[in-house]
């Protein structure tokens, strides 16, 4: 299972110029692409602030085909671990300990602090891309 950073999904359903057709292809592997409600939050802000509501329905349809993760308390106590230790974003700690917490074996991100944290697990997809 493959967790999607926030930005990844963004750069996905965006159809950013440069980063899209490399997510793409990255994307046709036969991993499972997973999720979390923090993903699905930080992606909509933009949008509803925008109300642009066409873009919010590519997102929810984008959602639905990815598999979702649930963020028990557990996670909260890991992602709290990760700031203190490692001086993680707040976003940043939950995104790990949720990938983390449901055996992820990747986490897809275009930040190298999360691959300072999370060793290999945390794939900046984009490095060196312009």
């Not at 980063?19 to 793409?24: A, D, G, I, N």
């Given at each position: 299972m493959i967790?999607?950073?926030t930005c990844i999904v963004i750069y996905l359903v965006e159809?950013?110029?440069?980063?899209?057709?490399?997510?793409?292809?990255?994307?046709?592997t036969n991993?499972?692409?997973?999720?979390?409600?923090?993903?699905?939050m930080e992606c909509l802000v933009l949008p509803i602030k925008r109300q642009r509501h066409d873009l919010i329905a590519k997102f929810q349809n984008f959602f639905?085909?990815?598999?979702?993760?649930s963020m028990p308390q557990p996670i909260f106590h890991?992602?709290?671990e990760l700031r203190a230790n490692h001086g993680l974003k707040t976003p940043d700690a939950l995104h790990l300990a949720t990938a983390r917490h449901h055996g992820?074996?990747?986490l897809w991100t275009n930040d190298d602090r999360l691959h300072d944290v999370a060793g290999d697990m945390a794939i900046n997809l984009l490095k060196g891309v312009r």
């Open positions: 967790y999607l950073d159809e950013h110029p440069v980063f899209c057709s490399r997510l793409e292809a990255a994307l046709t991993e499972i692409y997973c999720l979390s409600p923090l993903v699905e639905t085909t990815q598999r979702r993760l890991q992602a709290a992820c074996t990747g």
